[in-house]
């Protein structure tokens, strides 16, 4: 198989090309909803959450994000304590489904963090989704609704945009409509599968 690690800066676009990707045959391993579901409702990883970070549920049980957000934005101690209990879970999960995937898959990794976790070298091929900074900004303040200053605060507590693109193999310049992410990520396709093709013979 060809695995391929996917990422982009908040607000690139990221999740588009991953549907698009997705789409078209690849093997899509979602690192988020791994995130999500390693501290769902009945996991040891909720209640390893809870024995570290104390009582962050909502009434219904489940993680109260926003609470557990408060806790570690802006504590580096806390936040490592969080990313412990939580990417080693995601890495097992993704690990069991890559293994489930059929010979010759295109596996596509879609990690938000993998430059800051330092996982760039254990692709094949690392796909950036790319965007102007202003660009970027102008579509957290208007498409989800963020202050100027809290898109700031995002994307500088992300890996910078020259650190993201050295790690790239190949970049997907999303500044443009639709139209032509499908086109580009069309012509990406085509490259992907016949590598994943290559690497069988």
């Known amino acids: 198989m060809l695995r391929v690690g996917l990422t982009g800066g908040i607000g690139t676009g ?3 090309v991953s549907r698009l990707l997705g789409g078209r045959g690849a093997v899509v391993i ?3 909803v791994l995130a999500r579901e390693a501290v769902a409702r ?3 990883g909720l209640a390893a959450v809870v024995e570290e970070f104390g009582d962050v549920l909502t009434p219904e049980g489940d ?3 926003p609470a557990v957000g408060r806790i570690v934005f802006g504590d580096e101690d806390a936040r490592r304590k969080l990313e412990a209990i939580i990417h080693p879970r995601v890495r097992a999960r993704a690990a069991a489904i890559e293994a489930a995937a059929p010979a010759g898959a295109v596996v596509v990794h879609d990690i938000p963090l993998l430059v ?3 996982q760039a070298d254990s692709f094949d091929l690392v796909l950036v989704v790319d965007v102007e900074p202003d660009l970027q900004l102008r579509r957290l303040t208007e498409l989800r609704g963020m202050t100027a200053e809290e898109a700031k605060q995002r994307i500088a507590s992300q890996a910078s945009r020259a650190d993201r693109l050295a790690a790239a193999d190949v970049v997907v310049d999303n500044s443009g409509s ?3 992410l499908e086109r580009r990520v069309g012509e990406i396709w085509a490259e992907l599968t016949a590598r994943a093709a290559e690497k069988q013979h």
């Open 30 to 32: 979602d690192s988020d």
């Open 42 to 44: 009945g996991t040891d």
């Open 178 to 180: 639709l139209d032509d």
């Open 63 to 65: 993680l109260d994000r």
């Open 116 to 118: 800051e976790t330092g």
């Open 14 to 16: 990221k999740s588009a």
